[in-house]
């Protein structure tokens, strides 16, 4: 069965500090790898996503992520937190075009000042 | 564009009343999702159409939910009887079939029926 798994639920890390958010799939093919952010009341904004070539991608406001295929994952990652990175965020596997998504289950950062 | 556009943003309904929501998705996109988030089930996939035709609604929860999509620009999904365990956010999210593309999200309606 396809599935995401994100182990942290919730992570608090200081600003200015290094961010790693972990992510586990398992889908039956090469997989449409997504990473969303929430932010309270608001809907989910795209961060970046992996199709295919370079296994490390770039996203917005400074966070990138690396596929790796034989773990099955696509860790999200940020070298310098912001306060206005809190929030929460999803890692979410689909296929190519119509984009049928399966979300974890999220995990919300905490950052202190 | 301006996104996708869900109305309204926040609903309060009685339990027994008929709710609907609406979406309008980004001009040109062929494909439209509804998700349903909350906090025991995260985000799941209520049903999704290709070119105004529902695709996959193996999602819906029961018979008392009902999406349409008349047009190109335009969705609904309707809850009749409500009941207070469809107290959720809503998404309504669209996409493109050419090229590799993103689902867009719009900001959602939060349901909530007492």
């Known amino acids: 069965a396809q599935s995401v798994t994100q182990p942290d639920i919730h992570i608090t890390v200081s600003e200015g500090a290094s961010l790693e958010l972990r992510c586990n799939y398992s889908y039956g093919a090469t997989p449409y790898l997504f990473w969303y952010v929430q932010s309270p009341g608001q809907g989910l904004q795209l961060l970046l996503k992996y199709f295919s070539g370079d296994t490390l991608v770039q996203g917005i406001k400074g966070f990138e992520a690396e596929f790796k295929r034989s773990q099955s994952s696509f860790n999200l990652r940020k070298p310098s937190v912001h306060w206005s990175d809190a929030a929460e965020y999803f890692c979410a596997v689909g296929r190519g075009g119509y984009n049928k998504l399966i979300f974890g289950a999220g995990t919300r950062l905490a950052v202190h000042p | 564009d301006a996104g996708v556009i869900q109305s309204p943003r926040h609903e309060v309904t009685e339990m027994g009343q008929e709710v609907t929501l609406r979406c309008k998705p980004i001009?040109?996109?062929?494909?439209l999702f509804w998700y349903r988030q909350t906090m025991m089930r995260g985000l799941e996939l209520l049903i999704y159409f290709n070119n105004n035709v529902p695709i996959d609604d193996s999602g819906m929860p029961e018979d008392r939910f009902s999406a349409k999509m008349p047009n190109a620009s335009f969705s609904t999904l309707k809850i009749q009887p409500s009941e207070p365990r469809d107290s959720a956010v809503y998404f309504c999210?669209?996409?493109?079939?050419?090229?590799?593309?993103?689902?867009?999200f719009g900001q959602g309606t939060r349901l909530t029926v007492v």
């Open positions: 001009s040109g996109h062929d494909y």
């Open positions: 999210a669209s996409s493109s079939s050419q090229g590799d593309t993103e689902a867009f």
